[in-house]
């Protein structure tokens, strides 16, 4: 197959700048408050969700993108077509998705950004809370930083770069190919959804609205991290059944189902916490439970990167409970154990040039790439096993969720270069002769 004459250069130069600069526009969407909230019976789970989402469904029509949207969810959809020359073959459409939401763990309202500018290194003392300090020996990425502009708060919120520095990349890549024609690129859709930080945003997300056949969601950490693995995620539930009876006269009858949910706890293997492990070493780890004489509830979390590993752990489970009930007879053990998600690298291992693009795209941005399992789930593993193969690519974002988070200029800026030449690549490589 010969590779065909209207293929793009490699490196097509971008002629206008962005309308706003990625910052700029980082800057404007972090001030606004689009915290989400845990038990909501609604999608968006806080109505001033819809103020960042309304302004960017305005932004992308006056940018030229199509078929701009707002679902009834609070879920913007848009698309910009293909710009390659009739006659070229096809080229899949490409997604790229990022959230509105801030996380319910700190408060995003009032969000002041402050700007270091030209950063000469050392700790970042927060201007509004004095106890608020981004330590060198904490962020030893801060040495890599030096001559950048660091983006913090003051000190008193989070700073919401999880995750609109996704956002504000996205749209300044739609800035950039709506106002650059020469950048040749395939179909693109564009989605922005509530609700990611608790988890039920996507659930409400349109795959097939959306027309992609691959996306990436721009939701990652430290330059040149890009994830295309996530745990297997299940939960168990232990259920300990014992017998009540009056305390006073209970002897020999009486089976206290928390002896046994006490003894439970402590046969689980030591090694294999959250608070005991890292890297690519799973765990599983007790988090809530109730404790009553009659019947005592313990939920465990179960997480490993190979689904034989989160095998081990349940027949761990199930062992411990049988050494439970032969420790306190009349007590009966129940475990239910259900699928929370599976680790996308099940489905993305069919599909490898989905990360080999991006580890390219971030090579033509002066970026290292690297690959990172992702000790949680995504979006986008979500979105995998609906039929949306979905790595994760950074934003140049640290300390998610905490009052220290930070960005910066070049963490927006080569993000932002990364995903334009990401468009070009899968233009490049789809372009061959018929
Ligand atoms: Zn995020």
Redesign the pocket.
Known sequence: MAVATQQPKAATRLVAPPKESVVDRFLRYVRIDTQSQEDQTSTPSTKKQWTLANLLADELRQLGASNVRVSEHCVVYASIPSNLPEGTSRVPTIGFLA?VDTSPAVSGENVRPVFHANYRGGDIQLPGDPSQVIKVAQNPLLEGLIGDDIITTDGTTLLGS??KA?VATIMTLVDLLLSNPDVRHGPISIGFTPD??IGSGIDKFDVAAFGAEFAYTV?GGELGEISDETWSARLATVTFHGKSTHPGTAKGMMVNSIHALGHFVTLLPGNMLPETTEDRVGFVHPYIGTADVETSTLKVLLRDFELSGLEDKERILRENAAKTERAHPGVTIAIEVKENYKNMKEVLKHHPELTENVFEAARRAGVTPFSKPIRGGTDGSKLTFRGLPCPNIYTGGHN?HAKTEFNSRRGLEKTTETLVHLVQIFAERSTVAH
């Open positions: 959230h999880d995750d996704g990611e930080e939701d998610f």
